[in-house]
């Protein structure tokens, strides 16, 4: 099974801590780095916890809010002084062109490589990336600004083949990857050995589900159903919800609900108020409902199982 893991570069909400960075997070498949947000300190995030820059060629961003973004103008100078050539590819809300533009320009950057803008839909969800490995999607949330969150989803993969049956039947190279792709096998003889009797199944697809920032947003239950790993804000304790939902922000206890309906498999509670030194009290407030709550903590990774 090919590595599929989350990393905790930033774990805080709108104010950094001295224990806790702003949101960011890679997502790993097969050792290929996604980046999800990119706030204040990212880049010193990803080398203190050893993601590699330079194969880091998609950065995802939620929304438009200064601590979700305010990491871009940096590690994009970082990759500049790297000697970067490849296209990165940013997938915004598409007035983030115009601040990086406006930042570059003024700084006179000379960069050597291309940044390609894909622009967010905020009505419906929608497939934004894909490749032989992943299928990402966004999805829209409810906050003050436009937001989405995205899915990672892992490819489909073709079925195994039956190695005894491989020998039985002395089946040639050229002949397995049609089997896999489901055609049956013909003996020299003539008979036609049925495709269930060469393969057993493959694993299932794993997913990865990040919610951030929204108020408990029920919508958004279709997009993320039966993750193996669901991220979802929990920006106050179960006694702020009152503010949470002023705010347009999201209880423990309701990103916990929002797990427990969306049947995730686990959940990481993250977007932690400063106001909060000690998290434990919220991880409880998830557990009431949601036994398999994890918090977020910054270098903590996660492996989709």
Request: hydrophobic share 35%.
């Amino acid at each position: 099974m090919i590595p599929f893991t989350v990393t905790i570069l930033g774990s805080s909400s709108a104010l950094p801590t001295s224990q806790r960075f702003p949101t960011s997070q890679v997502v790993s498949l097969n050792n290929q780095p996604y980046l999800i947000d990119c706030g204040e300190g990212t880049q010193i995030q990803l080398r203190r916890y050893k993601a590699r820059i330079g194969k880091l060629n998609h950065i995802f961003i939620s929304h438009l809010h200064g601590d979700h973004i305010f990491g871009l103008p940096g590690l994009l100078s970082t990759m500049s002084l790297l000697g970067r050539k490849n296209d990165l590819h940013i997938y915004a809300h598409s007035p983030l062109q115009e601040i990086l533009d406006c930042h570059t320009t003024f700084f006179r950057s000379e960069m050597d490589f291309r940044v390609v803008f894909h622009p967010l839909n905020f009505k419906r969800p929608q497939v934004i990336f894909e490749n032989k490995k992943i299928k990402v999607e966004s999805f829209p949330l409810k906050h003050r600004v436009p937001c989405c969150g995205f899915r990672f989803s892992e490819q489909p993969k073709l079925p195994h083949l039956r190695k005894d049956k491989l020998e039985e039947f002395d089946i040639p190279l050229k002949e397995r990857v049609k089997i896999k792709e489901g055609s049956d096998f013909m003996l020299p003889d003539g008979r036609v050995i049925p495709n269930a009797e060469l393969i057993l199944p493959a694993e299932k697809p794993r997913s990865y589900a990040f919610c951030t920032d929204t108020i408990y947003h029920e919508p958004a239950l279709k997009s993320i159903s039966g993750v193996d790993l669901l991220y979802h804000e929990a920006t106050f304790a179960n006694d702020l919800e009152d503010w949470a939902h002023k705010t347009y922000h999201s209880t423990a206890g309701e990103a916990a609900k929002m797990a427990q309906q969306a049947n995730a498999r686990k959940l990481i509670l993250g977007h932690f108020s400063a106001r909060y030194n000690d998290i434990q009290p919220l991880v409880d407030d998830a557990r009431t409902i949601f036994p398999e709550s994890y918090p977020a903590e910054d270098g903590a990774t996660f492996e989709i199982l």
